[in-house]
């Protein structure tokens, strides 16, 4: 295949990326596989901050995920990947990579940082979750972070667990069932020191379990952060109304529809290319209510500022949206 040929190919979300090579490739459960990629020349790797996660093409397609490793001046990304036989085939590529395979990935994108001046950071994954929770832990230990997690697995299930003691010690707490897991969950949101920020990562009903628990007990917002896998795991979403500015129209979101599939259903077009809020390029402006941010695009900071959302997964918290369309 000629250059150009092969940059023809590239999927948008990895535009301006890299060309990595796969250097291991080791079971780290029965379906769960951690994959190691390195520059192909053994050259340095861009740094990044812990929480991000790095878009890897498949065939014409492509995947976001989290990064395992350590951001600081690495010269391997690993990601880990829990193979789903139902999906669009993106884990079950990831699962047929051998070492010596080049694969094309974007570069490193944070979207599930720590934040800075927070006085504690609780950590609360389930399952293949996991993988951002890894990272933080891993910045907490080397910059002397204050941090605990609570991870949920199936007995015999667990990934990266011997990992994850070895970097928390006693502030890790593990639990294989939901009731042991529910009581931890209520000591650990009504005993934290103030300004402590939570993360959760997981299926999206064990996030908005947590999320709402620590929401009625009181936990401002802007102290909740949650890292969804990706469009794949989507629900269909409650249905919301939007104004279009420019043009005076009023359209219905139903649920299971995307925005961006609403307006397409009513001829307005959007530049859009990857459709699982990975490449940023079907953004639009919001001029009034609060989206509901479900892309790995825009960084926390821009999330908080409501102005910009991703159409093909994002939806509505406010009953309305207006945008500038
Ligand atoms: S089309 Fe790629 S983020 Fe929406």
């Known amino acids: 295949m000629t250059a150009a040929a092969l940059q ?29 990629f390195e520059d192909p020349l053994g050259g ?7 929480g991000s996660h790095l878009v890897v093409q498949y065939g ?6 989290s990064l395992t ?5 690495p010269s391997q990304y690993s990601i880990s990947v829990l193979r789903c036989d139902g999906g669009a085939g993106g884990s079950l590529a990831m699962h047929g990579l051998a070492v010596g395979d080049r694969v094309n990935v974007s570069r490193p994108r944070s979207s ?11 950590l609360i994954a389930a399952g293949i979750g996991i993988t951002p929770m890894l ?5 907490a230990a080397e910059w002397g972070g204050d941090a605990s997690l609570i991870y949920v697995y199936r007995p015999g299930a667990g990934a990266h667990v011997a990992e994850a003691r070895q970097l928390l010690g006693e502030n890790l707490t593990e639990c294989n069932g939901r009731v042991r897991f529910q009581e931890v969950l209520a000591e650990a949101l009504t005993s934290q020191k103030l300004g402590t920020h939570l993360y959760v990562c997981g299926p999206d009903s064990f996030m908005e379990t947590v999320l709402a628990q620590a929401r009625s007990l009181g936990w401002p917002k802007a102290r909740l952060h949650s890292e ?3 469009a794949a795991e989507f629900d269909a979403g409650d249905p919301f109304t939007v104004s279009l500015a420019r043009s005076g129209m009023k359209l219905e979101v139903p649920s299971g529809v995307s925005l961006l599939e609403a307006l397409e259903n009513v001829g307005k077009t959007v530049p859009n290319m990857c459709r699982k809020g990975i490449c940023g390029e079907c953004s639009l402006t919001v001029l009034r209510g609060k989206p509901l941010h479900r892309d ?21 918290e406010d009953q309305e949206l207006e945008l500038d369309l």
């Open 8 to 36: 023809l190919d590239l999927h948008p979300a990895v535009e301006g990326g890299l060309q990595l090579e796969v250097t291991d490739v080791r079971p780290e459960t029965e379906d769960i596989l951690c994959i190691t």
């Open 44 to 50: 340095p790797l861009p740094p990044f901050v812990a």
């Open 60 to 65: 014409k397609g492509a995947n976001a995920y």
């Open 69 to 73: 490793g350590s951001g600081d001046a």
């Open 112 to 122: 599930f940082a720590p934040v800075a001046n927070a006085a504690h950071h609780l």
């Open 135 to 139: 990272s933080h832990a891993r910045y």
């Open 228 to 230: 969804a896998f990706g």
């Open 296 to 316: 790995l695009y825009l960084t926390d900071q821009e999330k908080s500022e409501n102005t910009t959302m991703m159409c093909c997964v994002s939806r509505s």
